[in-house]
């Protein structure tokens, strides 16, 4: 990298003429300014001069800013014998050419001669630290060096950070400046980073940080550790730099950004998350870009141990990178380039192993003294790595190693106190999982006071154990089996502090995966299986199938500790109930019979997974259709999980208790096993059970009718749903929602919450959800009588039998009989491509009934609610058409035949329908109509009565579409 800085005098050639005395002193005193820093004088024009400068370190950048602002001053202080001058700096990636000064020379051409020091905002991008200076124009007016903060001798930098390393690395970045990717290959003991940091530092200036991704060695979430990223800048800022249009976005998706970048405990997020994280994520870094360039920067991104970051986050942080453009990145690696980058072209900048030259330089410069046969032992036994041979010297010269990062030698902790290697244990089993004010916490049993540990935590940040004080993690993870056998016995405590731990997260609902490792390792067997079940049922209950499926079987867990038989039957158990439960959740019926038949499943366990054992066999005969003995083997569950005191375990037998029940149309106990279960699962403080409670108590609420319960429960369901990043629960709870308004006939509610489904739905790619909301939004259009958005809306959705009932429905409501006809015709195709499948294990989108009404109404005795109300409808339009008696017929079947359930939502419609139907018919065997009419007008009478508020039973009655036709009908037979 080279600099020039080129002085030009105002009216040069008269002043030579008139002062030639004062010409010749300025020329001497500038060129000597020049040369003692390091400069090289080059031709130039008369009235000029050009001074170089290359072969730069950080330091010698420091004495070009010295020559401009001396050769500034120098030239204030004659300036009542000038008429004025100008003083420019540049700066080129390799030496000086005609177009270099050509473009310097234009330069100055456009600015005032004011008596002023200037410098090019290219040059800007790696002076910024070493000049203040304000934008003015086509250059910027500097005004002077930024403070002085002190040298960097016998620190780990200017031993980390050499000379050649750093301008190699300012080169690169330069020629990337406009956007690009520079590898820098070598691993954390080439003390890379350091290098990094003094290039980097240089390039963006001292008006804005570079952006830093540093791997975490626990990843939480497909994205982590991106999260990181956000780092020192926070997100305040981040609205400042966006359009009106972005901000509205980023409102609505920051949250997420914030939540997971608390140094705190916080539940799993799952894939559905990463959409919203991506819009975060893509807008911060479009901010950051603008704040840079705002402040004559360029954007540039960090990724420290690129290798060690896993391929979903790298896709992702592409994408982003790749819509802002622009960017810098700057990947340290000790592996080739990963595959998302690949087709990025990039410059690489490898490691160089210290040598003789350097160690006695760095000892020269800090004023130490180390003999030539101690630098060559340094060499090897450093092996030629640079922050393993800085630990060496400070050793042998019996100074405290000023370091901040990397992998020291292992002396190094050889005479740390018990406290230190205290904390760094925990360190090593905690690996960044816990908050700081936690990992104190857990040092406390140890005998280190929480107001001592931040002590303890810079000590070993000095000594480069650990990032910094606030990142407890240790850096070099080869040192755990050290740290351990200094210990002795005592390395129990850290690992039973840990345990303890680990242990009231867990039961607090914290995240599993994060602590199973560790009780693996350190819990007592059959305390850590506890947490293995809990993992695979969470993960079931979040519908992460996959890793339920590596935990079930890829990952059989405590293979390198001794199991006793009795441990053995438990796991059998866990492995047992949680395959079979994967099976089914899968609709996998007949993998789930191999399993049961394979399994002896009356001999395997202890009394500590019975509980277990019969809850999975209770979901087993539930989804082969045996609900009797499901709902006994549920019972048999209930008390096993009792017996241990087991609340989870409580809660969960009785959802499904209370499902097997709403199979068989026994909505009204089903409803207060739901309660019981809400209860347990608040007992047991796990927020996944408390959320399935309290939906499945929000999903009885509707099937029972009681639709006043069901919005009071609706916004709380989403929010919890929400709040743990069940996206699934919430999707669904929010169409619940605008079910329970469309039932109420509050057709501009339902509409508005069937829209926000659908969006939702579409923002996180789940087409089957967006297909469900849009379709129902087109169901509501047409009873707003809007008939003609509801068709248009429709015939843009993939045909299904839910949407092609809705197209005759539509049809219907508008009179268009024969058109109706033809689309529940076709239906009835579709309908046959259903055939029969279990009820789901958690929220499904086939449509709009599967997970409502279809778990309770004609489980048993066969026949959907939208497979009846397709029959209604068919029948009538043909009754329109001149075929009563045919209709009279499949009506009669409806009503009389199969009776339709006291909970089916549509008793009434189709009793009014048959009602209409008979009016058209001659026939004297035909039942009475006023009678028909009068079972309808009782079903409304009934539903009207489970709904508590008397506003909500008003709207049913009064705008419910099919009821006020009811009414007005029932009036003509003074039914009401």
Known sequence: MV?????????????????????????????????????????????????????????DQAKVAESLVAARDELLGRADDLSGFSVLLDQCAVGCDDESLRRMRDILTTLPVDDAAWITRHASLSMAVYLEYESDGPALRVIGRTPDTGGNAGKIESFAATRLKTEELLDAL?????????????????????????????????????????????????????????????????????????RAVWESRSALLE???????????????????????????????????????????????????????????????????????????????????????????????????????FVK?????????????????????????????????????????????????????????????????????????????????????????????KELATLGLIPDETLYTPTEPSLIGDVKRLLGPDSGKVELSVVRFAEQRVARGGPKTRWFGILEQFAPIERAMRVFRALIDRSLDRGDRATARELLYHRIPFGDRAVRPSEIAILESILFAGRLRLALVNGETATARRIVSAWDSEAIGTPSTYGDVALAQARYRAAIGDYREAAATAKRSIMAFQDQDDPRGVST??????????????????????????????????????????????????????YSQALARAERCIADADEIGAHDYSMYATFVHGRVFFELGLYDEALDTFSRVAAIGRAYGRSDVCRVGRTWVARTHAYRGEFAAAQALLETIVPSFEST?????????????????EHLEAAGAYHEELGETPVPDRPSWRDGFEYLEDTA??????????????????????SELGGAEQAISILYDLVRVKKPSDHDPYTRLYCFLYSEVLNNSNSRDADDRATILGKAVKSAQERTTRIEKHVDRTAFMTRNHWNITLVERARLFNLV
């Not at 029940?661 to 408390?690: K, M």
């Not at 009932?805 to 006809?821: P, Q, S």
């Open 365 to 457: 410069d800090a004023g130490w003294s180390i003999r030539p046969s101690e630098t060559a032992a340094i060499l090897r036994s450093s092996n030629g790595k640079r922050l393993s041979a800085f630990h060496s010297i400070c050793l042998l010269v019996g100074r405290n190693a000023q370091f901040a990062d990397g992998a020291p030698t292992r002396h190094v902790i050889e005479n740390l106190e018990r406290e230190p290697l205290f904390a760094l244990y925990a360190g090593f089993l905690l690996d960044g999982s816990a908050s700081l004010d936690e990992y104190y916490t857990i040092l406390e049993p140890c005998g280190v006071d929480s107001s001592y540990a931040p002590e303890i935590l």
């Open 805 to 821: 009932v809705f197209r005759g429905e539509a049809a219907l409501l508008a009179g268009e009989y024969r058109c109706a006809l």
């Open 653 to 706: 037998a009785y959802i499904e208790f209370a499902r097997i029940l709403l199979a068989s149309e026994n909505v009204t106990d089903a409803r207060e096993y739901f309660a019981i279960a809400a209860t347990e699962a608040h007992r047991a403080g796990d927020p996944w059970p408390v959320l399935r409670a309290a939906f499945f108590e929000y999903v009885g609420d509707f099937l029972y009718g009681d």
């Open 174 to 246: 330069f020629a990337a400046r406009d956007g690009g990717l520079i590898v820098v290959r070598g691993g954390d003991a080439d003390g890379l980073h350091y290098a990094i940091d003094a290039a980097v530092s240089s390039f963006v200036g001292p008006k804005i940080a570079a952006l830093d991704v540093r791997p975490r060695r626990i990843a939480e979430y497909p994205f982590s550790p991106l999260e990181t990223v956000v780092g020192a800048f926070g997100l305040n800022e981040t609205p400042h730099f966006l359009n009106s249009a972005e």
């Open 259 to 361: 939540y997971i970048t608390k140094r705190e405990p916080r539940p799993e997020l799952f894939d559905a998350a990463a959409h919203d994280f991506r819009i975060a994520l893509m807008l911060f870094l479009r901010s950051y870009a603008r704040r840079a360039e705002s402040v004559m920067s360029a954007p540039c991104l960090v990724i420290r141990s690129i290798d060690r970051i896993a391929t979903p986050a790298l896709e992702l942080l592409r994408a982003c990178l790749d819509d802002v453009g622009g960017f810098v990145v700057v990947a340290s690696s000790a592996e080739e380039v990963p595959a998302v980058f690949h087709d990025v072209q990039h410059a690489t900048v490898y490691a160089a192993d210290v040598t003789p030259a350097e160690i006695e330089d």
């Open 3 to 59: 600099y020039f800085i080129l002085v030009e005098i105002a009216g040069y050639r008269q002043l030579v003429k008139l002062r030639p005395n004062v010409v010749r002193e300025v020329e001497r005193v500038l060129t000597n300014e020049f040369l003692t820093r390091g400069g090289v004088l080059e031709p130039a024009e008369s009235g000029c001069i050009l001074a170089r400068f290359e072969k730069l370190t950080t330091s």
């Open 857 to 878: 109404i004609g489980v048993v005795a066969g026949g959907s609610v939208l497979s009846r109300v397709r029959d209604a409808y068919y029948g009538y339009a043909l």
